[in-house]
Structure formats: structure tokens, C-alpha cells
């Protein structure tokens, strides 16, 4: 009897056991297949980051691995832009534009490179052209020794950044005042020439408004009547919790696909701050004077405005799922809250929240509210 009751009690321990093992191996696979945002969204788009010099440098060992875990497209934000990369007539600074390439190889990652003609940071010696044939020399020079550096390794370019004004007239910038209009096709037809396997994008802010909007699809047209590559439009997405254009996005998505364009969100952001001046858009030049009324969180953020902004990225992301046949990247511009530039612009010095993860690069409610989402397959 006893003998049979030591074998029974044997025989029910293995088989806890043996259950035991079942579950830790099933949770297991489970976080595995939990993976991250770009293995939930691996069916509808790319989703991106915009990193840093020590996100190149991989120097955070936290960050570096969620943008592993997360995202499957990098941009650089600031180390492709004219004044970095092209200091001088004669000079180029490669070094952290061929480590972010290195990087994104390395992981099988999406990479866009940022950007090509842009009157932003832009070069002293380029601003300071004032004739026509020169400042053609100086695009060739530019667009052909970057892209061609690259070619055949970053998958897209945003050749033109914000080229327009508000109400979609052409902006004054050294390109327009030196070469006229022709500066925008010069510019995509070099890129192409260049490297013609990559992927051409024309990218702004505030494009999903009317106005803007339709200067925008104004000026595709010519360029695509003038016989110009161009693969998709960069809607930047610098958008304000104070209100979310979503009407606007869907309108622009199916105008800028009826181009024949893929659509790309390539710099979202949502900002948490007050903005007195209504002020919309990234003019990166822009800037006033800070107060604690315009700092409103300096340690955190309240959870209510955390929930706000959670249901302000589940309403987006589901449009974006909706569309998803249109769209083809999503791109968040900055990895955690730490780093966003949004911090200090168009106030510096200010703790703002805009993006999925926080100052410790752990996942927000906006994040858990995207990753929600049901995307089929
Ligand atoms: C911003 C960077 O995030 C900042 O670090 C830099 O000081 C200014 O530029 N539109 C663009 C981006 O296309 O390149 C800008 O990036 C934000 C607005």
C-alpha cells in the first residue's frame, strides 16, 4: 500500500512538473511572439525612429535594444543635414552618416536618409551663394557625392524638405532665389541619377492642410509632368495633443495616393505643452521665451494627460491601419521623451512628452494603446 501511494505521489509530481515546464516554455514563446510595435504592425508599415548621435553610437545600452525590439526604420535626425555633412565647399563628415548605415545593415532595418535640400541647418558657404549656376554646382556636388556614397544601401531619401510656405506657394529659400523653380527637379533628378534603385520622397510639415496640401500635390504634378522619379510624400506629423487634424490625414492619404505616391508619417510627435500662439508646424527656426505657465510639467505628466494622448494615438493609428494599403511608414521622431526635441522647441528648456516611450525608454499608455490595435494580417 505504501509503496503504491510513494509511486502515485511520484507519479503526480512529474506530472505537475511536467505542466509546470508546459507553461514557463508557452509563456515564453509568448513574449517572444509578443515581440514589438514593428512585429505587430508587420503587415501594414514600417515603423520608424529617428536617432541620435549615441543612439548611432549605440551608447544607452537600454535604447539601443528598443530600437531593436521595436522599430524596423531609422532616420537620421540630425547627422545627413547639409551643415553636418557637407560643413564646407571641399569638406564632408561622414563619420556618423556611415555608422547610422552601418547600423541600420546590420539589423536588416529600413533606412531613410535625412535630408538632401533643406534651407534649414543648412551649410554657412550654400547660404551664402547668390548665383544660379553656382548654386547648381554646389546641389550636384552635394546630392551626387552623398547619395552615391550610399547608393545601392539607404532605401529612401527625402530629397526636398519643406519647400513650401503655409498657403503653398514656393518658399524663399537660397535654392528658389538662386535657381527659380528648376532647383526641385534638378534636385530629384540628380538623387535618381545617383542612385536610381532608391526610393525618392518629397517631405514637409502641415502638407495634410488644405492649402498646403494643395500646393503640394500642385507642385508633384509638375514635377511628375517634367518626367521626375518621385516614390512617395513625408507627411512630418508634428502634431499637438490640443488637437489632431485626422480629418485632414485621411483626406491628404487617399490625395497623395491618387498621385500614384506611397504616403509616409516620417516625424510624429505629439506634443503635450501649451502653444499660445497657435503656432502649427516645425519651423525649426522659430523660437520664444519660456515661463513656468508654458512648463506645466516639469516632473511628470498627469495620467489623465497620459490617457489623453493614448487616445489620441489609438485614433490615429487606426486611421493610419485603415489606409494601410497606402501607407508605407510610420516614423517616430525620437525613441523616448528624454531625447525629443520637443523638449526644446519652440521653448528651449522645457519637459515636454510627445512620444511612446518615456525618459526611462519604458513603454506610456500611448504605447499600450497602439500596440492594442488589432492588425490583421
Ligand atoms: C530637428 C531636430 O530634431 C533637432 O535636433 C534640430 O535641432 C532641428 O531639427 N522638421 C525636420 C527635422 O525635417 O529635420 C527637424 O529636426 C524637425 C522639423
Avoid at 163 to 180: H, I, S
Wanted: proline letters at 6%; charged letters at 25%.
Amino acid at each position: 500500500m505504501k509503496s503504491i501511494k510513494f509511486i502515485q505521489f511520484l507519479a503526480i509530481t512529474a506530472l505537475l512538473l511536467a505542466g509546470c515546464k508546459e507553461e514557463t516554455a508557452q509563456q515564453e514563446a509568448g513574449a517572444q511572439e509578443a515581440g514589438g510595435l514593428k512585429d505587430a504592425y508587420k503587415d501594414a508599415f514600417y515603423i520608424g525612429a529617428a536617432i541620435n548621435a549615441d543612439q548611432i553610437n549605440e551608447a544607452d545600452p537600454k535604447a539601443a535594444a528598443l530600437l531593436l525590439k521595436e522599430f524596423n526604420s531609422i532616420t537620421p535626425e540630425n547627422h545627413m543635414k547639409w551643415m553636418h555633412i557637407q560643413p564646407g565647399p571641399d569638406s564632408f563628415d561622414f563619420a556618423l552618416p556611415d555608422k547610422f548605415v552601418a547600423l541600420g545593415e546590420k539589423h536588416g532595418m529600413n533606412i531613410v536618409g535625412h535630408t538632401l535640400v533643406w534651407h534649414s541647418q543648412l551649410a554657412p558657404f550654400v547660404e551664402q551663394i547668390k548665383d544660379a549656376a553656382e548654386m547648381e554646382a554646389a546641389l550636384t556636388k552635394h546630392i551626387n557625392t552623398i547619395v552615391g556614397r550610399y547608393k545601392g544601401r539607404v532605401n529612401g531619401w527625402d530629397v526636398v524638405n519643406e519647400a513650401l510656405n503655409e498657403d503653398g506657394t514656393l518658399r524663399e529659400t537660397p535654392f528658389l532665389k538662386t535657381m527659380g523653380e528648376g532647383y526641385l527637379e534638378k534636385a530629384f533628378k540628380l538623387a535618381a541619377a545617383a542612385d536610381p534603385e532608391a526610393e525618392l520622397y518629397y517631405n514637409d510639415y502641415n502638407i495634410e492642410q488644405p492649402a498646403k496640401r494643395a500646393g503640394c500635390i500642385a507642385m508633384i504634378k509638375k514635377l511628375q509632368a517634367a518626367g521626375v522619379k518621385i516614390d512617395g510624400v513625408g507627411i512630418q506629423g508634428h502634431w499637438s495633443i490640443a488637437g489632431l487634424p485626422y480629418e485632414d490625414i485621411e483626406k491628404s492619404v487617399e490625395e497623395f495616393s491618387a498621385l500614384g505616391l506611397k504616403v509616409h508619417f516620417t516625424e510624429v510627435d505629439i506634443t503635450m505643452l501649451p502653444n499660445p500662439w497657435d503656432l502649427k508646424g516645425a519651423e525649426v527656426n522659430q523660437n520664444f521665451p519660456g515661463s513656468p505657465y508654458m512648463n506645466p510639467y516639469p516632473d511628470s505628466l498627469p495620467v489623465a494627460k497620459q490617457e489623453e494622448q493614448a487616445v489620441a494615438y489609438q485614433r490615429l493609428f487606426e486611421l493610419l491601419l485603415k489606409h494601410r494599403d497606402k501607407v508605407e511608414r510610420v516614423t517616430f521622431w525620437g525613441i523616448g521623451d528624454g531625447n525629443s526635441w520637443l523638449n526644446g522647441w519652440p521653448i528651449k528648456d522645457r519637459t515636454n512628452y510627445p512620444l511612446l516611450f518615456d525618459r526611462n525608454f519604458e513603454p506610456k499608455p500611448a504605447y499600450n494603446s497602439v500596440m492594442e490595435l488589432k492588425v490583421k494580417p
